[in-house]
Structures are given as C-alpha cells and as structure tokens.
C-alpha cells in the first residue's frame, strides 16, 4: 500500500474574497467590480498541491454545457476505501499564505470501487474550486457515496458568466445533475452539499429540484446577499494581517476602496450582473425547499456573520441547525475531525424517507443554549 502524504486545503470558501486584503491588488477602482467576478483565485488555496493530490486518486471528469452556454467542468469520485486519515492543523490564515491541511491517504492497489448508496453534489466557496473540496470528497467517498464536485461558473476549469450569487448557478449544477444522470453518473438518493457561496447556490438548487433532492448540508451560507456584503466588507477593510506584504495590500485596499459608499456599490454592481443583490433571498429558498437541511455556521464568521446562519434556521422546520463555537468562516469547512462524523450519520438517516428530517448529532463543541434560541424563534 502507497502512503502519501498531502498538505493542502479543504474548501475553505472565503466567498467575495477578491476584495479582501489578502488578494492579489486589482488594478480595479470601484468596489463594485470585486462583487462582479472573483478575479483570481484565492490565496488560500495551494493549487500545486491540490491538483498532485487529485491525481494521486482515482477520478473521472468532463465538461456538461449548461442552459446558459457556460462550459461546466465537473469531477467523479466512486465509493471506496482510500486508507483516509485526516487532522485538523490549526495555524495562521491572516497573512494571504495558503493553508495547510493534514491528509493522509493509504490507498489500496487496485482500488475496489463500491456500489453508490447515493450520490452527494459538492459545491464551493467563491474564489475556490471543486477540487479544494478533496478531503470532504474522500470523506463521503469513503461513507459510500459517489461524490461529484462542480466548478462554479467563474471558478476553476469552468466558463465564465454573469455571477449571480446562487441563482444563475443554481441553475448551471441542475443541468450537470441531469447530463450525469443521464449518464448514470449520479445515482441514488441525491444530496447537495455546498459551502459558503456554494451552500447559497445548493439552497437554491433544492428549491428548484423539490422532491429531486433528499438533503442539503449548508455551511456558512448568507442569507441575504446584499446585507452580507454590508457587514462583510467593512470587516475585511478592518482586517490588521501578520506579515509585511499582507500589511501592506491591506492598506492599499482600504486606501482605493475605503471611501466608496456601500450602497452605491452594490447597487452598481447590481445593475451590471442584472441581478438585484438585496433581492438575492436564500432564506425564502430555503423556506421552499422539500428537502431536509443541516445547517452549519461558526460562531467566530466575521465574513458571513453567525446572524445569517440563524436567520436560515429560523426559515424552515425542515432545518437542523448547528452552530460552532470558536470557529470562524476558514476553519470550519476545515474540522472535518468534528463534522465529518456528523454530516455522514445525517446523511445516512433513515428519517429522510419518512415526513420528518433526521436530527443531527450535536459536537460538544457546538454552542447549544444559541442553538435552543434559534429554535425558540423559529417556533415563536
């Protein structure tokens, strides 16, 4: 058995990063234009080591051509054993260096693929890619399920588009799930999975796809597109990195765009993506939708704040929330050591057959008295 070794990122989807000090400077004036396209990839993500690590597994990949014309690329992997070990590294993420994760894989030659016990859709965060997501697609993998990853539009090896903050790429991973469906590439029980910018995009599938979709895993989704960039962007302005070149980029950014009003921003931005952001609702999405939801939210998110992961779980009865103390819009899709666990039970509940959703398993790391809160609201 060949044991290998791999640091690398799990999608932490740092969404509207682009406009974060951590980035590469934008020869951009206008804010607006961070919230119209992601610009470049995100610091974060180590992509050599991503990219050794896909092709160290076994995969299938290709192309689906989506309603919108957009080239769609979208990645396979089978149920199976890949000798799957995993630690959490806590470290650093202020100073623009990509992170590291610790996965260990010892995979068995020739691998056995299994028979699906379904199939879960994985989608990223903005400024991410599908294959970020390797370590939560080798999780599930391994629980039986057939994993596939979809780059977003904008993002990875995917066509560009008009970015619609869920709704136009809602409507791209439909036509992926139909074309692989077709293809008997997705099979079985259907789940979505997204996190960040994808967990909006997933809730709004769902919606879309009614009875299609059996269950929806939602990590730190915003509930409302324009009210997360008012609370999200100021932070970022206020973000003091460790180290001299992520200092000094997150003074040239509050320097061009500190100034500019917030509103008009999003109201520019609006206009040029057809698309209005304060209309951008998920929580209505996720008031519609058949499917049952397990929401996932850190406490510590400044970037998508704890408020809009609540105000997503008092939407629905059909959502089970958890929320995480100590964790924060990076971390979280990376604890894969507390969760993975979790989201594999919920998955795998009987209860989703039936006319009510499975409670999750709660981690002791979970703050329970704001989660009986929610609950109290919701129910009030």
Not at 125 to 139: F, I, T, V
């Amino acid at each position: 058995m060949k044991r290998l070794l791999l640091l690398l990122l799990a999608g932490a989807g740092l969404w509207l990063a682009a406009c974060s000090p951590l980035t590469a400077v934008s020869t951009s004036t206008s804010l607006s234009d961070r919230l119209v396209a992601p610009g470049g990839v995100s610091t974060l993500l180590d992509t050599p080591r991503i990219e050794a690590a896909v092709e160290s597994v076994p995969n299938r990949h290709g192309y689906v051509t989506g309603r919108a014309g957009v080239p769609l690329f979208w990645r396979a992997f089978d149920p199976g054993q890949y000798g799957l070990r995993y630690q959490y590294l806590a470290q650093p993420h202020d100073n623009g260096l990509p992170l590291q994760t610790g996965l260990q894989l010892a995979l068995p030659t020739p691998f056995q693929p299994q028979a699906p016990r379904g199939t879960v859709v994985l989608l990223h965060g903005w400024m991410m890619n599908g294959d970020a997501m390797l370590p939560w697609s080798l999780q599930l993998a391994q629980a039986g399920y057939r994993v596939v990853t979809i780059d977003l539009r904008n993002h990875g090896h995917s066509g560009a588009g008009p970015s619609g903050y869920g709704t136009f790429e809602s409507d791209d991973v439909i036509d992926v799930i139909d074309a692989l469906q077709e293809r008997d590439e997705v099979v079985g029980p259907l789940y979505l999975f997204g996190v960040s910018y994808g967990a909006a995009t997933a809730l709004f599938a769902a919606d879309k796809l009614g009875d299609r979709v059996t269950g929806v895993v939602a990590m730190e989704s915003f509930a409302n597109a324009g009210d997360a960039i008012r609370s999200m962007i100021p932070h970022l302005m206020s973000l003091q990195p460790s180290g001299w070149k992520a200092q000094a980029i997150a003074s040239y950014a509050r320097w061009r765009y500190g100034g500019q009003n917030l509103d008009q921003v999003i109201a520019a931005a609006s206009q040029r993506l057809a698309v209005d952001l304060d209309a951008v609702d998920v929580s209505r999405a996720l008031a519609d939708t058949r499917a049952c939801v397990l929401l996932l939210h850190g406490q510590d998110d400044q970037h998508v704040r704890v408020d809009q992961g609540r105000r997503l779980a008092a939407a629905s009865a059909r959502a089970h929330y958890i929320e995480m103390r100590g964790e924060d819009h990076i971390t979280l899709p990376l604890r894969l050591d507390l969760l993975g666990g979790v989201v594999d039970e919920w998955l795998a509940h009987d209860a989703h057959a039936g006319a009510h959703c499975p409670t999750p398993a709660v981690p002791r790391e979970a703050d329970r008295l704001a989660m009986a809160k929610v609950e109290g609201a919701r129910r009030g």
